[in-house]
């Protein structure tokens, strides 16, 4: 059973471009989140999939957005990188359903290493 | 929204000395998880607690979730058990998780 995949596992992008990051999640899960992680910080919820829309979103401006296909993989998207959108970035899977059911044990990726230059 | 508060930042251990590590967090909570983060950034599920006592071998971890703490232990440590160790709670009501700021910990040889 393949866990949680990314790729690229590195990037190197340029100000200004934008850059797409892809994740497929474990076998069984439908729910899929992303997260920032800065150097020395814990991660960031960025925002949540779940029946390929998005649910919940945390304190990220619109250059990120996200899409969740019919298979239930996802893709991060992000315009206009800043320098400050340099960081690993973390997809987790899980099974769906309401929030007040305590089942949703998250699975993370390896990670994306994006570097903007 | 919600705040989670791990202890300590920073921890250094001699190899085989027992740690415990804490999570507290402000509010009530529908889900609870460990990980460790290795020096490559995976993170790995340790436990899945939202309540009660679990154990793996040299770990252990208790939620209090009625006084909103949870705390995981490490017995003899290694030099491989060094890393960065997250608490993580998904809020109530919301499907947003929320990681701590982490416990750092270095096991000396």
């Known amino acids: 059973d393949a866990g949680v995949t990314q790729s690229p596992t590195h990037l190197i992008k340029t100000r200004g471009q934008q850059v797409t990051l892809r994740c497929s999640p474990k076998?069984?899960?439908?729910?899929v989140s992303w997260y920032q992680q800065a150097l020395g910080q814990g991660p960031q919820f960025i925002f949540q999939y779940y029946e390929e829309e998005e649910r919940q979103r945390g304190n990220f401006p619109d250059r990120f957005s996200g899409h969740q296909f019919p298979n239930y993989s996802s893709e991060l998207n992000v315009n206009a990188l800043l320098l400050g959108d340099s960081a690993l970035y973390l997809c987790a899977s899980s099974r769906g359903g309401q929030p007040d059911i305590s089942f949703a044990e998250a699975f993370f990726g390896q990670g994306t290493r994006l570097t903007v230059v | 929204g919600i705040q989670v508060e791990q202890s300590p930042p920073d921890l250094i251990l001699q190899e085989g000395a027992n740690s415990t590590l804490r999570c507290n967090f402000s509010d009530s909570v529908n889900n609870l998880q460990w990980f460790h983060q290795n020096p490559w950034g995976q993170l790995i599920n340790l436990f899945y607690i939202p309540s009660g006592t679990k154990q793996n071998g040299r770990l252990s971890a208790t939620t209090v979730a009625t006084e909103r703490y949870s705390l995981l232990y490490i017995s003899s440590s290694q030099t491989t058990d060094s890393g960065v160790y997250f608490c993580a709670v998904d809020d109530t009501g919301g499907f947003k998780t929320i990681f701590g700021a982490g416990t750092r910990l270095f096991v000396k040889a």
């Open positions: 076998s069984g899960h439908d729910t």
